[in-house]
């Protein structure tokens, strides 16, 4: 079945940086698009960035645009979120997600928390 595992979130200062990742199993990882959301507490899900299977393509929300770059390794079924410039609006738990046929399948989320 397909798993999604977050892991590398933490309590970091404004203007730190952290790298998220996500491994993945159970389905052709290289064959997908891959998504980081996030969900701040209060706040709908939204879409952070996304990296097609090319491993070339990627989008940003306007939001974090120069500050987090999305990449992948398809030789480990990983997706990484580098985010830096870090702000306290970036506190959020953070997800990976994958959109296989017509099902969407999450991560458990990793909490980000940015506070001096």
């Known amino acids: 079945q397909v798993q999604l595992v977050e892991s590398g979130g933490g309590l970091v200062q404004p203007g730190g940086s952290l790298r998220l990742s996500c491994v993945a199993s159970?389905?052709?990882?290289?064959?997908?698009?891959m998504n980081w959301y996030r969900q701040a507490p209060g706040k709908e899900r939204e879409l952070v960035a996304r990296?097609?299977?090319?491993?070339?393509?990627?989008n940003y929300a306007d939001s974090v645009k120069g500050r987090f770059t999305i990449s992948r390794d398809n030789a480990k079924n990983t997706v990484y979120l580098q985010i830096g410039s870090l702000k306290t609006e970036d506190t959020a738990v953070y997800y990976c997600?994958?959109?296989?046929?017509?099902?969407?399948?999450w991560g458990q989320g990793t909490q980000v928390t940015v506070s001096s």
């Open positions: 997600n994958a959109k296989i046929g017509r099902s969407d399948y």
């Open positions: 159970g389905f052709t990882f290289s064959r997908y698009m």
């Open positions: 990296i097609f299977s090319d491993s070339r393509t990627t």
